[in-house]
């Protein structure tokens, strides 16, 4: 369902997405199924956006990010796209897309990032990985990483209910709500599968 006038006619928009008023689609967009934006949301021109995602009130997305299945964006959440803004070129003339060469934010299946949440691309948000409000994050962020601040650092780890993960050994976790083992192997932590 569409509320709004704000949408270009060339984006794809699955007829199960529901799109808030005050919301700016660009052409080129593509959203998937079931996913739903608040109101007024930013998405860029190229921007693709999987199924069941949940984009809250006035969070802007830059072109090319790229959002897969199930992810969370908070309200206020900004994805840039220039790792080096300006304005102007060296001489002063005004600078334009062709100027610069865009960069994006991935964000990877069921993560979340929170409220007010600055990415600064080029980034990869991993997979269940869980971003605090108000962080800045400046490099990618592992799979069911959670991380906080300003630079964002990891504090832990979070299973896919999105709760922090318990330590129970040097390298076991356990989550609190679904009792799911994981095991840190090289860094990185992987489900254990019984």
């Not at 006619?9 to 008023?21: C, H, M, N, Q």
């Not at 790792?83 to 991935?106: D, H, L, M, Y």
């Not at 948000?125 to 906080?148: C, E, Q, R, T």
Request: include cysteine; charged fraction near 20%.
């Amino acid at each position: 369902m569409i509320t709004n006038q704000s949408i270009s006619p060339d984006a794809v928009i699955s007829s199960s997405a529901l799109i808030w008023d005050f919301s700016q689609v660009r052409e080129n967009v593509r959203i998937d199924a079931n996913t739903i934006i608040g109101s007024y949301v930013y998405i860029d021109a190229n921007v693709i956006i999987g199924k069941n995602c949940k984009i809250q009130n006035r969070a802007l997305i830059y072109d090319p990010s790229v959002i897969h299945d199930g992810v969370f964006i908070g309200p206020g959440v900004i994805l840039t796209n220039d790792k080096n803004p300006r304005a102007i070129q060296v001489r002063g003339e005004i600078k334009e897309s062709a100027n610069w060469e865009k960069v994006g934010v991935e964000v990877f299946e069921g993560a979340s990032i929170g409220a007010g949440a600055i990415c600064i691309a080029p980034v990869k948000i991993g997979k269940w990985a869980l971003v605090g409000a108000g962080s800045v994050v400046i490099k990618n962020v592992k799979d069911f990483a959670l991380v906080v601040g300003n630079p964002a650092c990891q504090i832990g780890w979070v299973g896919p209910s999105g709760f922090q993960l318990k330590q129970i050994s040097d390298s076991v976790f356990e989550c609190p709500k679904t009792l799911t083992r994981f095991e840190v192997i090289n860094s990185e932590l992987y489900e254990i599968i019984i």
